[in-house]
């Protein structure tokens, strides 16, 4: 017991909060890098850091200058390296989604959606023809600087519309469409490339293009393939499977670029559900009255 409350003595409470946030967000930068090159540079500085210990620990001193020399380089150029993950975060945290727990894109999925059906309608149609077609879906980040890049448009969105941007006579087809809401905001749009390679054989330029703008903003691109027609959708760095049911597009396409509902659009929903409820039991009850009794 002693031993115990000696130790108490040196950790008080603002200790444990110490301990605990920094945990919390070693565990945050992990999952931001998860996935993506940033990992093995890491791992590589890491490696660094232990063979510089290991070379002071042992009195190696040439050993360990020119370790301290490659050490103090590479924190130089962390920034410029870890230039995408440090914009990514930085996008997220102005957007509230870094410390959003969970997995809320399935939540109150929408049951019919005119733009997302009319990008669907138009991939397969584009896939049928086997004519490559880069559709971005523009979320919460503003796409203003590569809107500039293309052509503005800002027309009504159709299918049909689309379908002649990736005609193979159309001046436009070869670079992005960029859709908001109801409109397509510009075509013939450039698209930073990845830099992570791409291991699947059959994925080019466009599939590049498209991981992209996914991983520098929230933004979600629908890719047809031009040599095999295959449908792919890129969201935060990553590339699905093979789409080949339309149906199963729109789904996915609803299911990631809902717009999470806050706590005010919840209470008013369910204000409203309660209202409605109010108002039908009062006309039920108009409709039937009761007997009145002697």
Known sequence: MSM?????????????????????????????????????????????AGLLAIASLLHLRLLGTILQLIVVGAAVTLPIVFQPELRRALEQIGRGGLLRLGNDE??????????????AKAAF???RSRLGALIVIEQQTGLKEFVESGTVLDAKLSAELLISIFGPRSPLHDGAAIVRDNLIEAAGCFLPLAEQSLAERGLGTRHRAALGLSEQTDAVVVI??????????????????????????????????????????????????????????????????QELHT
């Open 4 to 48: 115990i409350a000696h130790l108490l003595g040196y950790f008080g409470p603002t200790d444990v909060l110490d301990i605990i946030a920094t945990s919390v967000l070693i565990y945050y930068v992990l999952l931001l890098i998860r996935g993506t090159r940033a990992v093995q540079i890491l791992i590589g500085v890491l490696v660094l």
């Open 106 to 119: 399935t939540n109150g999925l929408r049951t019919e959606d005119f733009a997302i059906a009319a990008v």
């Open 125 to 127: 149609a584009l896939s």
């Open 224 to 289: 047809v393939s031009e040599e095999s027609g295959g449908i792919r959708v890129a969201r935060e760095g990553k590339l699905t499977r093979p789409i080949e049911e339309e149906p199963r597009l729109v789904h996915s396409l609803l299911a990631v670029t809902r717009a999470p509902r806050g706590p005010r659009e919840l209470r008013n929903d369910i204000v409203a559900h309660v209202r409605a409820r109010l108002l039908t039991h009062r006309e039920k009850r108009a409709d039937h009255p």
